[in-house]
């Protein structure tokens, strides 16, 4: 049986994992701007350079607590293709339903400061999504609350 990680190194694990979501989300932006026209493109922008902030963010939070931070993926397979922007609408809100669930992780795994900053990009994240997609959810960072509330919304 594995030995159950240590308080630091599950807040480092859940950190990593954070930062290789702010990775993904910066990519999937890319993709999104490309598709996105007018006031959604501004929002596309403003919303890659939260994710590119906060990415350099929990970068140096992975040095402090003794790791080396997860470097970004050359690419990332999208989870659907993305070729409208009603697409790219549906993909970012995707994307912020991820990043909510990372940092809903590393708010249980972390203490003091970095629960409290990982609080504040996990509700980012939420107002995002529920931008990107129109509606909120009820539990943000909960991936199958948010899947629940899409169905809902298109039935």
Known sequence: MKPEPSPGGRALEAAQAALAAEHAAAYGYGVIGARSGGARAAQARESYGGHLARR?????TVR?????PRPAEAAYALPFEVRTPADAERLAAEI????????SDLVRAAE???RREAADALSAAAVRAARWRGVGVAFPGLTERAD???RAQHS
């Open 112 to 114: 003091g400061p970095l």
């Open 96 to 103: 912020e339903d991820r990043v909510a669930g990372a940092y």
């Open 148 to 150: 629940e509330a899409q």
């Open 56 to 60: 350099d963010a929990l970068a140096r």
């Open 64 to 68: 402090e607590l003794g790791g080396a």
